[in-house]
């Protein structure tokens, strides 16, 4: 089993920036893919961004040029940074990792709320 634990979440003005947080804990062996999805209120839950262990990421259109993941291997850790904010960016943010983008587990969701 996995653990996954993530932080970083917060309110924030249009336009500035956040860095969310996401480490792994367990069975990190069975771990090559990271990435991050999040849910607005009424909306499906979508994909953000991934990167695989060799650091390759993927970036949903609505967010490239503006975030940038990450990991760090050493501290089983996968970071979100978040520029450019934008109110539509709200959402609840939830941490994935897997053997490959199936996602086997899932963090809890941290709260990111851009005000206009």
């Known amino acids: 089993q996995v653990q996954l634990v993530a932080s970083g979440g917060g309110l924030v003005q249009a336009g500035g920036s956040l860095r969310l947080s996401c480490a792994a804990s367990?069975?990190?062996?069975?771990?090559?893919?990271m990435g991050w999805y999040r849910q607005a209120p009424g909306k499906q839950r979508e994909l953000v961004a991934f990167?695989?262990?060799?650091?390759?990421?993927n970036y949903a259109d609505s967010v490239k040029g503006r975030f940038t993941i990450s990991r760090d291997n050493t501290k089983n850790t996968v970071y979100l940074q978040m520029n450019s904010l934008k109110p539509e960016d709200t959402a609840v943010y939830y941490c994935?990792?897997?053997?490959?983008?199936?996602?086997?587990?899932w963090g809890q969701g941290t709260q990111v709320t851009v005000s206009s």
């Open positions: 994935a990792a897997g053997a490959d983008t199936r996602w086997n587990y």
């Open positions: 990167i695989t262990s060799r650091g390759i990421a």
């Open positions: 367990g069975s990190i062996f069975s771990i090559n893919h």
